[in-house]
Structures are given as structure tokens and as C-alpha cells.
């Protein structure tokens, strides 16, 4: 899979597509697991047994002090379970469930952009992120009737290196590296797609 991604923005035609340099010379790549089947997997977002829960019973977040983390406003204790290791409730996830893809899909929703307008309750960031993992994530089943996902996925972080600098591109063009910035890669092996989905910091809201 590493050679496909090489050689896929390697290609000049794809670059010319995606709206990048033609000179890119350095691609960092980390997959992502592919694991998750159901939401049942953001239920323990309701557990009550930590000091700080993240939600009332309503659904609604529950608040927290303000805090700007590399010009994220962190207003909530959702948020900030995404974002600080010091909160009560970032153990919720362990390492490899943070890595699985739906949880950077889901995170990247909550954090949003500078101009985000936050969600007050959890359904909305869920069903939206349900539906958006629905459409990029295809299932197989194999001859026991066992169901598993098919697509890989990856982070992609495109630079071009020149002079001990570094210029990180996404589609569109230059960038400006920030967690926020992500682009993520998706595979299906059966139909050989190749599906992008990117979503940037813009360079003027630190």
C-alpha cells in the first residue's frame, strides 16, 4: 500500500488535479485502523463514573473553563477530551482506539474550523459522523457470513523540502500544518477507488 500512495502523488496528473506542487518530495503516511463496526463504540462518551462526565443524561455536553489549544477554542469537556491529556476523560480512548479512523472522523467534526458553530448535544456530531463513515467505508463478508471492512485508511501529510524548509500541501494547494489539517486517504482493494477526503486550518487563524 506504501507503494500505491508513492506512486500516487508521485504522478503529475494527479498533482495537477489535487492542486498541488509537482515538486513534492516527501510523504508521511500513517494507517489507520479500520475496525469499527457500529456506534456503539462512542457510548462510553455517557459514562457517569468519571469526576467530569462529558454528557448529562439529556445528551447535552456538559461545559467546561475556556481554553484555546493551537487556536482551538476548547469550551466543553467533549473537546477537550479530544484535545488535552490532563482531562479526566482522554483515557476513555486508549491509543489504538484513537487511531481507528471513526475517531478521527468524529474528532475532526467536534473540533471543527475557526468559524465552527459547536453543537450543544452529541447526536449531531454522531449522526453525522455516521453517515459520512457509512459513504467512505466499504464492508465485506466472507463464506461464514462474517462481516469486516475492506477500505484501508491513512493520514497523509504531503511536503515539498527544499532548504531545510518545509511546505505541507493538501488539495488546493499550500497548507498550514495544524491537527486540524488532515488529509485522509481511503482504499478499496476490490474496486481499486482511491477516495480523499481533506479538511484544513486555515494559515491566518492561529
Not at 475532526?108 to 474550523?113: I, P, R
Not at 448535544?121 to 475492506?150: C, F, M, S
Not at 499550500?174 to 489539517?181: I, L, R
Amino acid at each position: 500500500m506504501g507503494r500505491l500512495i508513492q506512486n500516487f502523488f508521485e504522478d503529475a496528473t494527479v498533482l495537477s488535479l489535487l492542486q498541488m506542487d509537482r515538486y513534492v518530495n516527501k510523504i508521511d503516511v500513517r494507517q489507520l485502523n479500520t475496525d469499527i463496526m457500529s456506534m456503539e463504540f462512542f457510548d462510553i462518551l455517557h459514562k457517569t463514573g468519571t469526576e467530569t462526565p462529558i454528557l448529562r443524561h439529556t445528551g447535552h455536553i456538559v461545559g467546561c473553563p475556556p481554553d484555546v489549544r493551537q487556536g482551538m477554542t476548547i469550551e466543553d469537556e467533549l473537546r477537550r477530551m479530544l484535545v488535552d491529556e490532563e482531562s479526566d476523560n482522554y483515557q476513555l480512548f486508549n491509543e489504538d482506539e484513537r487511531d481507528e479512523f471513526i475517531f478521527e472522523l468524529f474528532s475532526s467534526l467536534v473540533l471543527g474550523g475557526p468559524l465552527c458553530q459547536y453543537e450543544d448535544e452529541i447526536d449531531q456530531y454522531l449522526e453525522t459522523t455516521k453517515t459520512i463513515y457509512k459513504d467512505l467505508v466499504a464492508i465485506k463478508q466472507n463464506a461464514a457470513g462474517i462481516k469486516d471492512i475492506r477500505t484501508a485508511a491513512f493520514i497523509i501529510d504531503v511536503q515539498k523540502q527544499k532548504n531545510c524548509i518545509s511546505t505541507h500541501y493538501q488539495p488546493g494547494g499550500a497548507c498550514n500544518p495544524h491537527p486540524q489539517t488532515k488529509m485522509f486517504f481511503l482504499v478499496d482493494p476490490f474496486y481499486r477507488h482511491i477516495t480523499i477526503l481533506s479538511h484544513q486550518w486555515p494559515k491566518n487563524a492561529l
